[in-house]
């Protein structure tokens, strides 16, 4: 797990939001986000089924895996997963409230 000095030190303001048709679970986001937001793990069925064509071909071709945001409330919006992502799958959110 990597660590950035410059990750704002309040959680629960950003969330990241990932591409479902650009995510090839390269797992780069996983590697530099100091708060272990993500998790990589298998699409279901109704979860591929909202993918494009495009996307389901890009999911077919990685195993049907993809990163999830699974502990988002954790982010502290630094930003490292969005510049880290080589396919551009990743961005902040504002929170609602
Ligand atoms: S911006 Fe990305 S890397 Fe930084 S804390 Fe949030 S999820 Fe983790």
Known sequence: MATDANCRP??????????RNRCEAKADCLEVCPYDVFEIRRLTAAEKAELSLRGRLK???HGGRQAFAVRADACHACGL?????PEKAIGLRKAAG
């Open 59 to 61: 999911a077919w071709a």
């Open 81 to 85: 997963c969005v510049k880290a992502c």
């Open 10 to 19: 309040e959680a629960g303001q950003w969330y990241p939001v990932i591409d």
